[in-house]
């Protein structure tokens, strides 16, 4: 069965950091692209942040530009998710997400974590 596994959230005071993990298990996700995603209480996901299979491209929302990076660990079957100064606006339920070819359109990503929840707190 093929699982993605996010890890990493929780509480955090505004301008503090976090990062998050998502582990991949039940097949290999080596040559997807990864995706990182969030949902607000009343609002659709969003992309964040997306990673090609190597590494070699990475794509932000213009929100967190400047303050995620999205990298990747291909021998470890992980896709990493830090986040620096964080607002309370960044709170939500983050999700990470594969698919064959880097995209940032929710709809095109096949495979989802169960996600994890981020709360910035003022």
């Known amino acids: 069965q093929v699982q993605l596994v996010e890890s990493g959230g929780g509480l955090v005071q505004a301008g503090g950091s976090l990062r998050l993990s998502c582990a991949a298990s039940g097949r290999t996700f080596s040559n997807y692209a990864k995706g990182w995603f969030r949902q607000a209480p009343g609002k659709e996901r969003e992309f964040v942040a997306a990673i090609n299979w190597n590494g070699g491209s990475t794509y932000y929302a213009d929100s967190v530009k400047g303050r995620f990076t999205i990298s990747r660990d291909n021998a470890k079957n992980t896709v990493y998710l830090q986040m620096h100064s964080l607002k309370p606006e960044d709170t939500a339920v983050y999700y990470c997400?594969?698919?064959?070819?880097?995209?940032?359109?929710?709809?095109?990503?096949?495979?989802w974590g169960q996600g994890t929840q981020v709360t910035v707190s003022s």
């Open positions: 997400a594969a698919k064959r070819g880097v995209s940032v359109q929710v709809s095109e990503y096949n495979y």
